[in-house]
């Protein structure tokens, strides 16, 4: 089957003399997940993994992916003809230097410029410039032959109401004008979907955890045009648009509008702008490359914002707490799996009022493969849960008051002691980054020493971020805040932490084919005292679920360690106990009790 | 005399028809220290304070200066009809604002372009541009009027032999065209007076403190054209140079060669050159603006050089010692003021075997003078030492083996509690950032919260970076690394720490008015294990010199600080006493017992 799509690519593309077609996995938007639709590289090569590229040439099918992978797409690529391209393995070449091999002088490179990045469209255009290749980007030939292509999400818009979003749409709108013309520009594109939907005060449902909606935007001083499957719009939402001064066309002209930008100076990021995009714009256009400016607008979650995000907190705190009490009441007891736990969990978040769903696929990960920190359990993985050593859970839920994410690392009974002395030294970590104090203009690089310093010092380390942004009621990862130690400019999670901006806090260890634990709790920065030095800032808790003390060993906490648990135990306590049934309460007293 | 001065100058612009003429505080080299011979705006207004700009238009004559200088600039200004542009204070325009404002259509702008940096220079062509304000660049207006102007710095050069500098010339002079090559360039025009002769292994004496040679050189793949001053090569210096390749010229023979440069690409730092030389490049030129490539590779000391530091560091600890002893067992019996004191640690360090003077004005500071960061004692300002309170004392040598710099706060009698907490502050800071263990890959920035920590969570704070990279024999402040909490693109010191990089650690607090603290060591990087999770990296101290336990507060330290703390002493005691008085040394022992 898959060489029979193959083939019929390639027939396309030896009409059209195209030497290569590369098939990236992404949607229109630049965003992290992407629905049905845009699966045509799984399509393809049969590959069905969240990440890589597929590149076909007359001769041969390559699929690049990277580590989390390569066991399942050797597998799934067997007996397809395709390559497997182990991606950072030393000897492997990149997609780039593949084509860069490859190309015939003069030849035809395809794709579809939507589902491809502008500057990596760029770096391609320097990289075969040589070689005097074209590039064919305006058909997508995968849907030429993708019969039973699954239709474009089409998932109906709805409201937020400003008792929820804390600022209304018209105002975030006169914001982004402001901004523009800062930078003296008449027109802005905005591609990023969590961006579009944030701005204009709406939710969706078009991208699997994130409540958005498949849409372009541009922008003038006087217009706003919303290109949009209108068919998802009903009364309320095209009166509430309408009067907003948004003018609603249809979703695939934005490229013709685009086109028609002649001799105008245009806002964009062309990091986060496809391919397809860029190339309708011209000479005659000048492009001022920033940052969106509603990605640190939208960062900076407002009061309203801020008190809504205590109150989610709370929920997704009794769900996690009536979680791990159960578990601990029945493990040893009757069977559970990581998806039986992963389910129960799951079901409990469903029944909070106001939960909208998950914000991410849950984590559910038992002993070695939590030190998978990309773990997802399958039926082929699904390990059963023993009444010893630990379970990682990394969840989070979509509310009407704001998006959740947290990590606890639960012993089920006996635990080495290794496994404790990690598990103590994710929770110091976790509790000492979440107490600094710090002079405003400090970012997330400034601070992220301190939840590794624990673990550097004893010669460990995890190998991701210890911190990213979370939206509101949108996307769990977010920029422009982050914490980590690298400086990485392209993830672009370094800005200065500014007051409202939410962040996780989640160190971890993890030891391979034996366990691995996190804890994660989401932090608001805020202002502490000002004085002659400057502005102080702080961070304040938001999640509030209690760090199981069965996995402790207190001799490696110092005594502050020990005043930072106790005293986010005794906030957990009290703020969660009363949404509780008497034994749920009765659990949590003794499991948030002093050490 | 100064209207006078300023009466000629503006004659020569009538003349010329230059509308405003503008004189930075700047050699042809970008160097931190400008020799007498560069003093133009000292000569023409009068001010004498290390950092300044005057703009002078038919009209008015203005004088730009930082908050270091307020006091002293206005009390020169005074009657000299010039008007003290203080920086930074709010509404006061800077040197590029009121030049944008003040410049008419079509006028003409003058300055020396060898003392004015090229990006400056390129930003007010940018500013200037709508007003079509030509550049007249190519003449030293003040040197036509300066009948009495000090000669050039013209000391004699000698070669660092390779047991001091640990690497031949050539070998450096092949890594600089490894480089070249990398970036595809045939030629690379070096400015920089510290990266000329390091790459040279020769040194000389025309910045004060700084041992380096007035002097450019122009590299190409076959030839190495040194600009110099021949008089100050003595036969062994010129046959030295000639079978290393070095082709002399004179000196200001780089801006011809400079334009005779047509077509070539060529490596070179723009924020560190000077306009006359980007200027003489054509549109035939491709510029490859980097950091020059002597920077980063000067920066990473090789063993030889780290044997030789720690060497020199004994040396001046010896010194440094002796100093601390003499003035302890003194104060209150005979008067010493702070230039008593400066002048007698300037001795001692000079009768060290192999000092060659001092890295930097001596800073000797009592009492409330010590708040002030960058205090150097004058006959004005010059306090006496009384038995009570704090003194510090910011002082370094140059030796054959290297480069030293070194703070220390002195007790001499009683204290308060503030002055005790906040040295022990500065203390603990310094001793916990120096015990530091990370992963590869860090900067000084992911390091610096250890040095802030104890200050931060206290509502303290010191306003000036905690490190900078020290030179081998050469500059003592010296990029790219660093060590500071903001994000500073523009002071280039934020490089990841390699090992062999030698950088100072020297948190302080001052109280204005009342008191000052320091407390700074140099460390150098080195490679502590490698495991899965990659190289570990920690520093060694290379100053060893006592802090002082008179003022230090016990109780303020954690169990770890205490061992830090008694562990460098009790290296201080076995590096620095065999080089003692018995009496000296009694006072070592004592003044570095375990606490």
């Not at 992290?32 to 069905?48: A, H, L, M, N, S």
């Not at 594109?189 to 849409?215: A, E, K």
């Not at 799951?346 to 991410?360: I, P, Y």
């Not at 392209?490 to 260890?509: A, H, W």
Request: hydrophobic residues 40%.
């Amino acid at each position: 089957m898959i060489q029979e799509r193959i083939a019929a690519l390639r027939s396309l593309m030896a009409e059209r003399q195209i030497d290569a077609y590369m098939i990236p996995t992404s949607d229109f938007h630049e965003s992290e997940y992407v629905g049905d639709y845009f699966k045509c590289r799984k399509f393809i090569t049969g590959f069905t993994g969240s990440a890589g590229t597929a590149i076909i040439t007359q001769t041969e099918a390559r699929l690049w992916t990277d580590g989390r992978y390569f066991v399942q797409a050797a597998k799934q690529l067997e007996g397809s003809g395709v390559l497997l391209m182990k991606s950072g393995q030393e000897g492997v070449p990149t997609e780039e230097e593949y084509l860069a091999e490859v190309m015939p002088q003069n030849g035809t490179l395809g794709f579809d410029g939507r589902v491809v990045n502008s500057q990596l469209g760029e770096k391609l255009e320097e990289l075969l410039e040589d070689k005097h290749v074209k590039f064919s980007w305006k058909e997508d030939l995968v849907d030429l032959i993708w019969e039973d292509r699954p239709a474009l999400s089409a998932e109906p818009v709805w409201i937020l109401k400003e008792n929820y979003a804390g600022k209304s749409a018209a105002d975030k709108i006169a914001d982004l004008r402001e901004a523009m013309k800062k930078e003296k520009t008449t027109v802005h594109v905005l591609t990023t979907l969590d961006d579009i939907v944030w701005l204009l005060n709406i939710r969706g449902n078009d991208v699997v955890c994130n409540p958005v909606v498949l849409s372009y935007a541009l922008v003038t001083m006087e217009r706003f045009y919303l290109f949009i499957n209108e068919a998802v719009l009903d009364s309320e939402v095209k009166s509430y648009l309408k009067e907003l001064g948004v003018t609603v066309r249809p979703y695939n002209d934005i490229y013709d509008a685009v086109s028609q930008l002649k001799g105008q100076k245009v806002l964009l990021e062309t990091a986060k702008t496809n391919y397809a995009i860029i190339s309708n714009l011209d000479e005659s256009n000048a492009v001022v490359d920033r940052m969106n400016p509603t990605a640190p607008a939208k960062a900076v979650k407002n009061p309203v914002e801020i008190e809504n995000m205590k109150k989610a907190h709370i929920k997704d705190g009794v769900a996690m707490v009536k979680f791990i009490c159960w578990l601990k009441k029945n493990i040893g007891k009757q069977t559970i799996t990581e998806l039986d736990a992963e389910h129960y969990l799951d079901n409990l978040r469903a029944e909070q009022e106001g939960n909208l769903g998950l914000s991410f696929h849950t984590i559910s990960a038992y002993g070695a493969n939590a030190a998978m920190c990309h773990y997802s359990a399958t039926p082929e993985s699904n390990a059963a849960l023993e009444p010893k050593g630990l379970y990682l859970v990394d969840s989070g839920g979509q509310y009407y008051e704001g998006t959740t994410d947290v990590t606890r690392t639960i012993s089920l009974g006996e635990t080495t002691e290794a496994e404790r002395e990690h598990f103590t030294l994710s929770v110091i970590s976790m509790l000492r980054l979440a107490a600094v104090k710090f002079l405003y203009g400090c970012r997330g690089l400034t601070l992220d020493y301190v939840a590794r310093e624990p673990l550097w010092s004893r010669g460990l380390n995890f190998d991701h971020g210890t911190g990213h942004g979370v939206g509101y009621l949108l996307n769990v990862h977010e920029r422009p805040n982050g914490i980590r130690w690298r400086m990485v400019p392209e993830r672009q999670d370094n800005c200065v932490l500014e007051e409202g901006m939410v962040t996780s806090d989640e160190p971890g260890v993890y030891i391979e084919g034996s366990h691995g634990v996190r804890t994660e709790n989401l932090i608001v920065c805020k202002k502490a005292e000002k004085n002659e030095y400057g502005q102080f800032m702080e961070f304040e808790f938001l999640t509030f679920v209690p760090i199981d003390l069965e996995a402790l060993d207190k001799s490696l906490m110092n005594e502050r360690d020990v005043e930072l648990l106790n005293s986010y135990h005794s906030a957990v306590y009290e703020k969660i106990s009363p949404y509780l049934t008497a034994e749920e309460a009765e659990w949590l007293k003794e499991n948030t009790r002093a050490v």
